[in-house]
């Protein structure tokens, strides 16, 4: 068993090699399946120069938005900017660099940095700024635009159950990019709800091999609500 055994004990540990102008991804869609510890700890850290890739980046007081806040990103890869004031701020002063890619497109990226793909061709884009300075090429009468993978020197995710050894199991929608996110990392590590002995997870249950898998930390999550909507009276 000796070097299956992913659990840390704080977080300092859990993000042990971060340094500055480092690329990190990092799960969630919105607030929902946030690692939201460990973007705390990167915010005490005060990491700078970091590419970060994610969907979003929530909202101004949590989350990325508060590495945001910080100024310690200095390149964004992500789909959407709207929730996050900050965050579109700094996009049209120029100060932040936003690399926007059709979420689609995104997650593909990921999937395909997870499973060793350098790059693939996508309809999503041709004819559009998406574009601009990307190879191009016509098959069988549609034009596609060649995309190149994502990978990142840490990869920081939100499982809501893990084993000892690393394997994880996402709950609904909290799942979103964090099952590809976890493969494309060259350190991964992953913040969940619960840890469980090896073999209390049902087999046919686990979303992600533990092999993916470097570092396990449990979480207290505050688990907001990003937009709350109520029936009016």
Known sequence: ??????????????????????????????????????????????????????????????????????????????????????????????????????????????????????????????????????ETREIKGRHYVLEESLTADFALIRAWKADTMGNLVFRKTAANFNPMMATAGKITVVEVEEIVEPGELDPDHIHTPGIYVDRIIKGCFEKRIEQRTVKQA
Do not use: H, W
């Not at 850290?45 to 979003?56: D, E, F, P, R």
């Not at 061709?121 to 041709?126: E, L, N, S, V």
């Open 1 to 134: 068993m000796a070097g299956l055994y992913k659990v840390v004990d704080s977080y300092d540990q859990a993000l042990a090699g971060l340094n500055d102008n480092m690329t990190i991804m990092v799960g969630g869609f919105g607030l929902c399946g946030i690692p939201e510890g460990l973007i705390n700890q990167m915010v005490k850290l005060g990491t700078k120069g970091l590419t970060a890739i994610s969907n979003n980046a929530g909202v101004d007081d949590f989350g990325l938005g508060l590495l945001l806040q910080n100024k310690q990103i200095s390149t964004m890869i992500a789909s959407y900017v709207g929730e996050n004031a900050t965050f579109e701020r700094q996009m049209l002063s120029g100060e932040l660099n936003v690399i926007l890619t059709p979420q689609g497109t995104l997650a593909e990226k990921i999937r395909a940095g997870g499973a060793g793909i350098p790059a693939f061709f996508t309809a999503t884009g041709y004819g559009t700024p998406v574009a601009e300075g990307k």
